[in-house]
C-alpha cells in the first residue's frame, strides 16, 4: 500500500516535469507570467483553482464516470494555453483596467482549464495504473494528484525565480516580460493545436 502511493506519487510528479510532455508546463508558465515574486498568495490561489478543475475530472475520468475523446483533449490543452497567453497580453495592454474583474476572470480560467487538464491527465494515468490494482483506485488518485502537485510548484517557483530575476535585477518592465513570455507561449500553443488538430 505505502509502496504504491509513492509509486504514484512519483508518476504525478514526473508527469507533470516531463518535457516530452511539456504542455502542462507551458500552461502553469503562461499562468504566471502575469505574476511577479512578491504576488505568490495570487499565484497560490490560481495554481489552487486550477488544482480544483483538473482534480475533479481526474476522478471523474478515471473512475470512469465521465470520457472524452483523447484526440479532442489533446488539441484543447494547447488551446488553453494560447487563450490564457492571449489574455495576459490584452490585459496588460488594454486601456480597461479592472483589477477586479480580471482577478475574477483569471480564477476563472485557472478552474475551467483545470478541468480539461485534468482529462490530460487522466490519460496518462489510466494507461500507467498497475494491473491488479483496481481496487486502490482512490488513494492511487491521491498520490498521483499530490504527485502532479509537487510538479507544479517546481514549475511555479521556478517561473516566479526568473520574473525576480529579470524584473528585479535586470530592471525589465513587468508589461515587457509579460508580453514575451505569452507571446512566446502563444507560438508555441498554436504550433501545438496545429499539430494535434482532430479534423
Not at 505505502?2 to 516535469?17: A, D, P, R, V, W
Not at 499562468?31 to 486550477?50: G, P, R, S
Amino acid at each position: 500500500m505505502q509502496q504504491s502511493f509513492f509509486t504514484y506519487l512519483e508518476l504525478g510528479y514526473k508527469h507533470i516535469l516531463d518535457l516530452n510532455g511539456y504542455d502542462h508546463i507551458l500552461f502553469l508558465i503562461a499562468l504566471c507570467a502575469v505574476y511577479t515574486i512578491a504576488e505568490w498568495k495570487k499565484v497560490a490561489l490560481l495554481a489552487t483553482a486550477f488544482t480544483l478543475g483538473h482534480s475533479l475530472t481526474l476522478a471523474l475520468a478515471a473512475l470512469e464516470i465521465v470520457a472524452f475523446p483523447s484526440d479532442v483533449i489533446e488539441f484543447l490543452i494547447p488551446v488553453t494555453i494560447f487563450l490564457t497567453a492571449v489574455h495576459n497580453v490584452i490585459k496588460w495592454n488594454s486601456k480597461i483596467e479592472s483589477k477586479i474583474w480580471s482577478g475574477k476572470i483569471n480564477y476563472f480560467l485557472a478552474a475551467f482549464f483545470g478541468l480539461i487538464h485534468g482529462m490530460g491527465f487522466s490519460n496518462f494515468f489510466r494507461s500507467a495504473a498497475m494491473p491488479g490494482e483496481e481496487n486502490q483506485i482512490i488513494s492511487q488518485l491521491l498520490s498521483f494528484n499530490l504527485g502532479v502537485e509537487l510538479g507544479q510548484m517546481v514549475v511555479v517557483i521556478i517561473s516566479l525565480a526568473l520574473s525576480a530575476i529579470f524584473i528585479g535585477m535586470f530592471k525589465t518592465l513587468k508589461r515587457d516580460w509579460t508580453t514575451f513570455v505569452s507571446g512566446a507561449a502563444a507560438g508555441v500553443a498554436l504550433m501545438l493545436m496545429i499539430e494535434t488538430k482532430f479534423w
